[in-house]
């Protein structure tokens, strides 16, 4: 049930760029991303509920494409501020689990 | 409005002991969610409710249990603590479409 996501780890310097991948092996009906900080609980970024919607939040967007099951986040012009673990999430096959992708630990350096 | 309250935060039992874990959400949400955390690793879903009264399973319930008698409160049951539940635990509230978590619980088991 839980997806995949890749890279497992990068490190960026400020104001570089970074793609988060999320796929998965079941249908996905909608995708969260939440960024987590070391010592915290993960925060919400975004959701998309349907296939091909995009949006954006401050200079991180996402993508979902529903057919091939996988969603991605992008991250423009990294800041300090965007270090942290980024989770991908999905709701199981009943709509009422919901399942966190493996992580994507993102550092970004001065 | 408090969110979602976590307590104890920190917590050290030892082998054997059983302890319950509170969460209460104000946001009148009626799915809940319970969370464990391993060192650098996700998320993994333990156990879930829709709503009062009703409770199920998620990816990784053995050793624990859940109750949900009112809509703000889902209380985690560790019954017969082992050193493999040492971890952080989270709660979340949602009402679908965005998970609100608490600021988690360390628990060490020793």
């Known amino acids: 049930q839980q997806p995949v996501q890749s890279p497992q780890a990068v490190i960026l310097r400020e104001g570089e760029d970074a793609v988060i991948n999320c796929s998965s092996s079941?249908?996905?009906?909608?995708v969260h991303w939440y960024r987590q900080k070391h010592g915290e609980a993960p925060v919400f970024l975004m959701i998309l509920l349907k296939g091909g919607e995009q949006k954006g939040h401050d200079k991180i967007s996402a993508s979902f494409n529903e057919k091939k099951q996988q969603s991605s986040l992008y991250l423009t012009a990294s800041q300090l501020s965007y270090s942290g673990t980024y989770f991908c999430?999905?709701?199981?096959?009943?709509?009422?689990?919901?399942?966190f992708g493996t992580g994507t630990s993102l550092t970004v350096i001065p | 409005n408090a969110g979602v309250t976590q307590t104890p935060k920190f917590r050290i039992l030892k082998i054997g002991q059983s302890m319950t874990l509170q969460c209460t959400q104000d946001m009148n949400h009626n799915y809940m969610y319970w969370y464990r955390q391993d060192p650098g690793m996700g998320l993994k879903l333990i156990y879930y409710?829709?709503?009062?009264?009703?409770?199920d399973k998620g990816e990784v319930p053995n050793g624990y249990n859940v109750s949900r008698s009112t809509t703000e409160d889902f209380p985690l049951r560790l019954e017969l603590a082992a050193p493999s539940q040492t971890s952080v635990y989270f709660c979340a509230s949602s009402r679908r479409e965005k998970l609100f978590f608490g600021s988690g619980t360390q628990l060490s088991v020793l």
């Open positions: 999430g999905t709701e199981g096959n009943t709509g009422n689990q919901f399942y």
């Open positions: 079941k249908a996905l009906y909608s």
């Open positions: 409710s829709v709503g009062a009264g009703i409770t």
